[in-house]
T-cell receptor, first 116, second 112 residues
Framework: EAGVVQSPRYKIIEKKQPVAFWCNPI?????LYWYLQNLGQGPELLIR????????DSQLPKDRFSAERLKGVDSTLKIQPAELGDSAVYLC??????????????FGEGSRLTVL | GQQVMQIPQYQHVQEGEDFTTYCNSS?????IQWYKQRPGGHPVFLIQ?????EVKKQKRLTFQFGEAKKNSSLHITATQTTDVGTYFC????????????FGSGTQLTVLP
């Protein structure tokens, strides 16, 4: 079974440029998460989807970040314009517990963003 | 906001020594999960604890959930070089639906 797939693995851009990350969750997983991980820190939730609905986006900086999950499968996370402080690893995770309060998260390899 | 605190931040041990990392929350958790992240890798699920006072074992790893469901620990007996990585706890707070809050992690180095 294929795991969570993310692309690109690495991205280097100059500040004020836009960037987009893509995530394909594990087949059948209806919950999708985008996390941000800074070096030496734990993952911080940006947004959580239940199917195609964003149910928790309180930590998403909406002035520059946007996300979508069309058809409740793949998801994209966009930053426009990027700032120096956005340099981090962006992790996508999925789980199959839409209605439950439990369930493990399966993480992708992450997309490492460097903003110059 | 609701946070999960984890200590220590770093731990260096000699191979064969034991290792423990601790996780604490100011408020009651519904459940807690533990993940391991190898250097350059992504977090991988280890276990979930749900019940008050629960203890679970996976070979040399022992996981505990406190009686008040506010703290948890991970203990590794006789560490091996393959145990190297960062261990994260992640808790779900009561009343916060399915939001999972990660601790800052404990980075374990095992010296051969």
């Amino acid at each position: 079974e294929a795991g969570v797939v993310q692309s690109p693995r690495y991205k280097i851009i100059e500040k004020k440029q836009p960037v987009a990350f893509w995530c394909n969750p594990i087949s059948g997983h209806n919950t999708l998460y985008w996390y941000l991980q800074n070096l030496g820190q734990g993952p911080e939730l940006l947004i959580r989807y239940e199917n195609e609905e964003a149910v928790d986006d309180s930590q998403l900086p909406k002035d520059r970040f946007s996300a979508e999950r069309l058809k409740g499968v793949d998801s994209t996370l966009k930053i426009q314009p990027a700032e120096l402080g956005d340099s981090a690893v962006y992790l996508c995770a999925s789980s199959n517990n839409a209605g439950a309060n439990t369930g493990e998260l399966f993480f992708g390899e992450g997309s490492r963003l460097t903003v110059l | 906001g609701q946070q999960v605190m984890q200590i220590p931040q770093y731990q260096h041990v000699q191979e064969g020594e034991d290792f423990t990392t601790y996780c604490n929350s100011s408020t009651t958790l519904s459940n807690i999960q533990w993940y391991k992240q190898r250097p350059g890798g992504h977090p991988v699920f280890l276990i979930q604890l749900v019940k008050s006072g629960e203890v679970k074992k996976q070979k040399r790893l022992t996981f505990q959930f406190g009686e008040a469901k506010k703290n948890s620990s991970l203990h590794i007996t006789a560490t091996q070089t393959t145990d190297v990585g960062t261990y994260f706890c992640a808790g779900r707070f009561r009343g916060s639906a399915r939001q999972l809050t990660f601790g800052s992690g404990t980075q374990l180095t095992v010296l051969p």
